[in-house]
């Protein structure tokens, strides 16, 4: 079991940044590729960015590239989504996945971030 705790939600108006963390424990951390997902008001869940074990990083959405930059730091199990220029339309909530590489059915979710991008 994994578990997933973000931090680092909250109000940003539009242009602004914000930097969302991920702590996670109860398992080896470098076991698992982390990613962070976002699922806006009436929308589906979606991929926002994902990174390896050995820090092989991608973006999953192109008006997201360049800014936004995922991280992780396996002495400390913690993974960082650097969010800049943000735009309304960034409004979510954010969640950290982590998905194991034995077996990649086996994923887990934190509970979730809010980002509200307004003026």
């Known amino acids: 079991q994994v578990q997933l705790v973000e931090s680092g939600g909250g109000l940003v108006q539009p242009g602004g940044s914000l930097t969302l963390s991920c702590a996670a424990s109860?398992?080896?951390?470098?076991?698992?590729?982390m990613a962070w997902y976002r699922q806006a008001p009436g929308k589906q869940r979606e991929l926002v960015a994902s990174?390896?074990?050995?820090?092989?990083?991608?973006n999953s959405v192109d008006s997201q590239k360049g800014r936004f930059t995922i991280s992780r730091d396996n002495a400390k199990n913690r993974v960082t989504l650097q969010m800049s220029s943000l735009k309304p339309e960034d409004t979510a909530v954010y969640y950290c996945n982590a998905r194991s590489y034995r077996d990649p059915a086996v994923q887990y979710w934190g509970k979730g971030a809010l980002v509200t991008v307004s003026s």
């Open positions: 109860g398992s080896i951390f470098t076991w698992y590729t």
């Open positions: 990174i390896t074990s050995n820090g092989g990083r991608t």
